[in-house]
């Protein structure tokens, strides 16, 4: 299984709403990350966890939230977002064990989109 | 700000035909790698190239890099209406407890007319 799933593919959320993203890969990764792609941009990485502990966060704002439950899942808590924060979300993984490099694998994304 | 910068932006050709797409990056870079996105989806890997590498192929595809230069090129040969997509070049950086964050350039629009 090389697959990045996740789940929805698409959201519509109001300004005031909870809700949550979710990704999940069953290839024995240890490295998991989010990104955020704008139309015609690139994705631009969010937050990087290792081992299930938080190693990277690009000064995201704390209307996201992430959480690495166990090494197969990482959520994206969304609170309180603005209109500007509809975007592409992708997870992607990685082995997490290779000494120089690593590719990413990366699920189909999750559009979202804030009313 | 991005690491790399693709050109072009759009590039429009005929099925058969070569496709070359160039990437320039700012800073010494650990490795280099090429992602393909058909409209809309994820992200596939397409290959990495090493940064002592000055060539690597896989099947259609020609990466070569110049250290010097701060570039590398992806070359698609023998183009199918398929390969249309944007393609990404990325560097990568070590992030700790064997993370690696990747850099995107702004990507090169390809489409391959039948």
């Known amino acids: ?115 | 700000s991005q690491q790399g910068e693709e050109d072009p932006q759009a590039l429009s050709i005929q099925e058969g035909e070569n496709a070359t797409m160039n990437c320039s990056y700012k800073t010494s870079i650990n490795n280099l790698q090429w992602y393909r996105q058909n409209s809309g989806r994820g992200l596939v890997h397409l290959i990495l190239i090493r940064s002592n590498e000055r060539e690597k192929h896989s099947g259609r595809l020609r990466v070569t890099l110049d250290t010097s230069k701060k570039s590398s090129s992806l070359l698609i040969t023998a183009s199918r209406a398929a390969d249309t997509a944007s393609y990404f070049c990325a560097t990568d950086k070590n992030s700790g407890a064997g993370s690696y964050q990747l850099t995107f350039g702004k990507g090169t629009k390809l489409s391959v007319i039948p």
């Open chain 1, 1 to 115: 299984d090389t697959e990045v799933t996740q789940t929805p593919k698409h959201l519509v959320m109001g300004m005031t709403n909870k809700k949550s993203l979710k990704c999940e890969q069953h290839m024995g990764h240890r490295a998991m990350y989010w990104y955020k792609q704008k139309a015609k941009k690139p994705p631009e990485l969010m937050f990087v966890y290792s081992y299930e502990k938080l190693s990277i966060n690009e000064s995201v704002p704390s209307r996201f939230s992430p959480e690495c439950p166990n090494s197969s899942l990482l959520n994206l808590h969304l609170h309180a977002l603005q209109p500007e924060d509809s975007a592409l979300y992708l997870c992607a993984s990685s082995q997490g064990s290779l000494p120089n490099t690593d590719t990413q694998y990366f699920g189909p994304g999750t559009r979202l989109t804030v009313l």
